[in-house]
């Protein structure tokens, strides 16, 4: 007989997905705010998501949302969220790889794949955030590789030398952008999980990882070019590629390194039109384990 229920390697690949999946969109925003003493910000907002995340896990054993209004509150919210984040990544994709293409165009064209991709079960989106972790490993070693031929201490600055209150700001701002994506496995019915009992070790394992990729992949970002550098552009993270693709063997296989973020926007955005049609088919029922 088939199991049809999520293992916990795929909900662990699915939660590592989320938590990488706002890294090239939000880490600008974020310069901007705390400047040299970001990698404080980032690592104060990641204690604050972990934080958070007992809780999540706690929730998805024990809450029931059988409020037909609340559901079409949630429905709502996350609309504006989804609507959000494909705007936001068809900007990073045009921005980043198709400058030349049509904004709509490759708005359309993300739309539908998310909306091809959202067609699937919970447990086929976590058996693809599996699969694509194997893709994931390889292309994250060869950025770490690749761009440490570019990296310059010189670029290393004083810390606490900007203003506390915009060390807070950057912090809570990573951490909205964060938890958001993350709460989507409320969503996930808990009884459709299989070892449960080992579930919370595997989704904080994954957390903590996916916040030690962004932590690496900043420093990347941080001893390659200065802030000022980085500020000016709406998506820095492309910096290391762009550096990566002149100095590194493989040449032009350095834009492909860079699609594992694209894989999580994808993944992130097929799981909010998974969850709202189900809140809106009325077919959403989060049972708690007995």
Do not use: H, W
């Not at 709509?104 to 079960?121: E, G, P, R």
């Not at 550098?229 to 296989?253: A, K, Q």
Request: glycine content about 4%; proline content about 2%.
């Amino acid at each position: 007989m088939t199991n049809k229920k999520i293992g916990l390697l795929q909900l662990a690949s699915l939660t590592f997905f989320l938590g990488i999946s706002s890294f090239p969109l939000f880490i600008e925003k974020i310069i901007k705010i705390s400047k040299s003493d970001t990698i404080i910000s980032i690592i104060i907002g990641s204690i604050l998501v972990l934080i958070t995340f007992k809780g999540i896990l706690e929730l998805r054993k024990k809450i029931k949302p059988k409020s037909n209004y609340l559901k079409v509150i949630i429905s709502i919210l996350l609309s504006f969220i989804f609507i959000y984040l494909l705007l936001e990544t068809t900007n990073f994709i045009k921005t980043s790889y198709l400058s030349s293409g049509n904004f709509y165009s490759i708005l359309i064209l993300l739309l539908l794949m998310c909306l091809t991709t959202s067609l699937q079960s919970y447990k086929e989106i976590s058996s693809l955030s599996l699969i694509l972790i194997f893709i994931f490993i390889p292309l994250f070693i060869i950025n770490i590789i690749g761009s440490s031929k570019s990296l310059d201490l010189t670029y290393l600055k004083v810390l606490f030398s900007t203003n506390n209150l915009d060390i807070i700001k950057g912090s809570v701002l990573f951490f909205i952008y964060e938890i958001i994506p993350i709460s989507l496995l409320l969503f996930i019915p808990y009884n459709e999980i299989d070892g449960r009992k080992k579930q919370d070790r595997y989704l904080y394992l994954a957390l903590i990882i996916s916040l030690l990729i962004i932590i690496i992949d900043y420093l990347l970002l941080y001893f390659s070019s200065s802030i000022n550098v980085l500020t000016s552009y709406s998506y820095p993270f492309m910096l290391t590629i762009n550096s990566l693709s002149s100095t590194f063997i493989l040449g032009r296989l350095s834009y492909l390194i860079s699609f594992y973020l694209l894989f999580s926007s994808i993944i992130t955005l097929s799981l909010i039109i998974c969850i709202i049609k189900q809140l809106v088919l009325n077919k959403y029922i989060l049972k708690t384990q007995d």
